[in-house]
Structure formats: structure tokens, C-alpha cells
């Protein structure tokens, strides 16, 4: 005689709106993806109306080719309700860590359960489907889930902070462009006035491909100290037809009270391959290395790395 085991659909929709929500929220903090509360809840019920229609018709999980493609469906209407179907890339994304984190937070369960009662489980594949569980069970796998995943992003982000503290930024000026490395410089209070700009400082050797021939003649322009050397190189932007983005910006520090450096007005500025749209810069130029180990040759102020929010 075999044992009967009795599935509450009440309990099943109510379990896996639980774990369904968890789950957005950690794909959220892993990602930074911002969602709103009701998003995450709406994309947690699609989840669980998915995982009663596997309980009330069992078959489906059976045939391999349609629960993969209905797996797939789900997933991406769930990353879809919750993110925004607008970006592909954050789809994608989301939906990677959708399955990810589910299949994390199945073997804490199935682990937890191992050392606990002899419950059997019924798998649904990434929704799961839970079965009569004990609430403890569904709380400690919760737990579980955002502990790991709270000390996942804690080494993640403690390695990772200084290489998201620098960007790969491209200027365009007159159709030319140069790109550099940029680090996020929260003091850098320069401002172009003239134009009411933000200021990037960057290293002469960036304008190597920009210049190509006229190059070395730029580079003579810092033989020359102070006032000499903002004049020259003033005339040299004007020789190359850039008089009209010549900019001068005054600067302060203890050494040099009254320093000043010399730049021009971009068009537009490539943040990581993407053109941040109403941002324009001057970008003003040094002989100095910026970097003893070579890591950036250009600082910018915060507003070059501000992430855009949802889209």
C-alpha cells in the first residue's frame, strides 16, 4: 500500500510566493537592479501560479522539452514583471541569476532537510514545488540564503572596490575622440567657469592618437613654465582649429596657490562604451604621471560614475 501524500494548493501558492519573493530580492541586491516592493511581489505570484499549475497537472514536468521551455518562459515574464522588459541586457542578466540563486536556495533546502525530518520533496524544477514543508524549514532556508549571500557581495565588493572606482571614459571633440582611464576623484572641485563645466584631468599621452603627427609639438608646449606654457599651448589648439573649445581653469593647492592648466570643451563623453546623455566636460591636460603603477591617466569628478537608475 503506498503512502498518500495530500498537496494544499493554498499552501504550495503561499510557500513559493515566499521563496519566489526571496529570491528577486537577492537577484536585486546581487545585481543592483532597482525594483519596487510590488514588482518583486508580482513577479513572486507568476512564480507560484507556475508552481500550482505543476501541481495540479504533474505531467508537465514530465516532458523534458516543454518544462524546459515553460521554465524558460516563466523566468523571463518573472525577471520581466520585477526589472522592466525594456533592457535586454538587464533581462538577460536577471534571468541568469534567477536560476542561479534558485538552484542555491533548493540545495539549502534539500541540505536542511537532509538533517531534519524525512519529508519527501516534489521538484518542479526552478520554482519548486515544496510540498507540505514545515514554516521552519522555509525560514531557515531564507536565512541561509541571505547569509551566503551577504558574505558573497561583501568579498566580492571589498575586492572589487577600486576597480569600480575607475571607468573607461572617451572624449569627442570635433568628431576625433581619445579615451582614458578615469579615477573617481570625490574632492576634485575643479569647474570650468568660463563654460560652467566639470573638469577631467588627464595626461598629456592620452592625445598621443589625437594629435598623431602634431603630437611632439604638443608636448613641447610643457618645456615651458606657468603662464609661458598655458600660452603655448593655447596657440597650438588654435593652430589645430580647437580655438573656439580653448578653456584655462584656475586651481589652488598648498604647493601652488595660483596654478592653472589648459584644456578644451568636449562634444560629448563615453561612460564604458555608453554616451551619457547632458553630460559635457572640459578635459584639461598634464605632463604628470597621475599613476605611479599606471592603473588610470585621467581623474573625474563623481558624476562621471553615478549609476543610472532604473530604465
Known amino acids: 500500500m503506498q503512502n498518500e501524500i495530500y498537496v494544499y494548493v493554498d499552501v504550495v501558492f503561499l510557500e513559493n510566493l515566499i521563496i519566489d519573493y526571496v529570491i528577486i530580492d537577492i537577484c536585486e541586491k546581487i545585481s543592483g537592479y532597482l525594483t519596487t516592493p510590488l514588482k518583486k511581489l508580482s513577479g513572486a505570484g507568476v512564480g507560484a501560479l507556475y508552481a500550482v499549475v505543476l501541481c495540479i497537472v504533474p505531467d508537465i514536468g514530465n516532458i523534458f522539452v516543454l518544462s524546459s521551455l515553460l521554465k524558460i518562459v516563466v523566468s523571463v515574464v518573472i525577471c520581466g514583471i520585477s ?74 565588493r571589498k575586492n572589487n572596490v577600486h576597480s569600480s572606482e575607475i571607468a573607461e571614459l572617451v572624449a569627442e571633440i570635433g568628431g576625433k575622440k581619445f579615451s582614458m582611464k578615469a579615477l573617481c576623484d570625490t574632492g576634485n572641485e575643479l569647474k570650468d567657469s568660463l563654460h560652467n563645466l566639470p573638469v577631467i584631468v588627464c595626461e598629456a599621452e592620452c592625445l598621443k592618437d589625437f594629435f598623431c603627427e602634431e603630437f611632439d609639438a604638443f608636448k613641447e608646449c610643457f618645456f615651458y613654465a606657468n603662464e609661458a606654457k598655458i600660452c603655448a599651448m593655447m596657440k597650438f589648439f588654435e593652430t589645430e582649429g580647437f580655438s573656439e573649445r580653448i578653456s584655462v581653469v584656475p586651481y589652488r593647492t598648498v604647493n601652488n596657490p595660483g596654478g592653472m592648466v589648459c584644456g578644451l570643451v568636449c562634444d560629448r563623453v563615453y561612460i564604458d562604451g555608453k554616451v551619457r546623455d547632458g553630460l559635457k566636460t572640459t578635459v584639461c591636460f598634464v605632463q604628470i604621471k597621475l599613476s605611479d603603477t599606471g592603473r588610470y591617466n585621467a581623474i573625474a569628478p563623481p558624476e562621471f560614475f553615478e549609476r543610472e537608475k532604473n530604465k
Open 83 to 156: 526589472f522592466g522588459f525594456k533592457n535586454r541586457r538587464k533581462i538577460i542578466v536577471s534571468n541568469v541569476l534567477l536560476f542561479g540563486v534558485s538552484f542555491v536556495l533548493a540545495g539549502l533546502f534539500v541540505a536542511l532537510k537532509i538533517n531534519g525530518a524525512n519529508v519527501s520533496i516534489t521538484d518542479g524544477g526552478v520554482f519548486a514545488v515544496w510540498g507540505y514543508s514545515p514554516l521552519s524549514y522555509i525560514i531557515e532556508t531564507v536565512f541561509a540564503g541571505y547569509i551566503l549571500v551577504g558574505f558573497v557581495l561583501y568579498f566580492v
